[in-house]
């Protein structure tokens, strides 16, 4: 029979064995996650066309992505590269085929080459290790207004055809994980756009899916 403090003991080393497992857990859960957010959009854009996507939300989606990538390039934090590389190279299908469909062609090439340039510019300025948290800071802030321009489309447009549910399904969970493993790093910055990112991420899917069941019917 265990003593009191015993059983305290063994309940407080099974916690700390839990929680560097599920910190690493969500450490690669997250990060596909975010890719798999990309490549379902893409595919459904591809299959069903481009009704309803918000090409702001994948130019300022592209913004972010970019920041964190030079972030892990300047810094050495291959994690970032590994993320966000390939999120870059699907989501440009994404914002193509959503441009041509908009014929906003000219428009998107320049919101593209405006946070790009930006990003470069931001990237020359804050090299150095000392503001590094420039940087991470931009790119925290991109990320809680990223998913407001798709917010907006959804709740005003009659057609969301081209949208993506299972994407946005996606991109809730992947806004709970990134604030599940803020928590476990203690970097309330990486958990807090959840607060913004996970409600309208939810809004999304349910407006989708409205859309869907209204057009069955």
């Known amino acids: 029979m265990k003593l009191p403090h015993q059983a305290i003991t063994t309940k407080h080393e099974t916690v700390l064995l839990v929680t560097p497992l599920l910190t690493q857990t969500l450490a690669v859960v997250a990060p596909a996650l975010s890719v798999l957010v990309c490549v379902a ?3 459904r854009i591809l ?22 990538t030079a972030y892990g390039f300047i810094f050495h934090v291959p994690a970032e590269l590994y993320c966000n590389l390939p999120f870059l190279a699907v989501s440009s299908i994404v914002i193509v085929t959503a441009a041509r469909h908009a014929h906003r062609e000219l428009a998107t090439l320049a919101g593209v080459a405006l946070v790009t340039a930006t990003t470069i510019g931001v990237a020359l300025a804050c090299h150095g290790p000392h503001w590094r948290w420039i940087i991470s800071t931009i790119a ?23 949208v993506s549910i299972i994407s946005w399904i996606f991109a809730f969970t992947t806004s709970l994980c ?17 607060i913004v990112m996970a409600p309208s991420a939810a809004i999304i899917v349910m407006q989708v899916a409205r859309h869907r069941r209204a057009h069955v019917a």
Not at 48 to 61: E, F, K
Not at 182 to 191: E, K, M
């Open 178 to 194: 990134w604030a599940a493993y803020g928590a476990l790093i203690n970097q309330p910055p990486v958990a807090l756009p959840a």
């Open 47 to 68: 299959r069903a066309g481009a009704h309803g996507v918000s090409v702001v939300t994948w130019i300022l989606s592209t913004f972010v992505a970019e920041m964190w």
């Open 140 to 162: 925290v802030c991109g990320a809680v207004f990223i998913y407001l321009p798709q917010l907006v489309v959804a709740l005003r447009s009659s057609n969301l055809h081209g």
């Open 41 to 43: 959009q893409a595919w």
